[in-house]
């Protein structure tokens, strides 16, 4: 199984959840600040790569700002 996720920058509070977390390791914290100056987590799944998003859905319901869709494909 494939994912894809989307993150909701301006919901990211910067707590790490997702990123600690994800077994991919697909996502990473940005030098990107929102707009409440918080850096923002981002998605790095590489298809085909190691960082390979697998689906698995664990970062939305890890993270506590509800930031986080999973699209399986
Ligand atoms: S769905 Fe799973 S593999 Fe994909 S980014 Fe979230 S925690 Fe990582
Ligand atoms: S779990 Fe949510 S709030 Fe925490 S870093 Fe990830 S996207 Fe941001």
Do not use: H, W
Not at 32 to 43: D, M, P, R, T
């Amino acid at each position: 199984m494939q994912g894809r996720i989307t993150i909701d920058g301006e919901r990211c509070k910067a707590c790490l959840f997702c990123i600690e977390l994800c077994p991919k390791k697909s996502i990473s914290l940005s030098e990107e600040l929102n707009l409440k100056g918080y850096f923002i987590a981002v998605f790095d799944g590489v298809d085909g790569g190691p960082t390979e998003c697998n689906g698995c859905g664990t970062c939305a319901l890890m993270c506590p700002e509800v930031a986080i869709e999973v699209v399986r494909v």
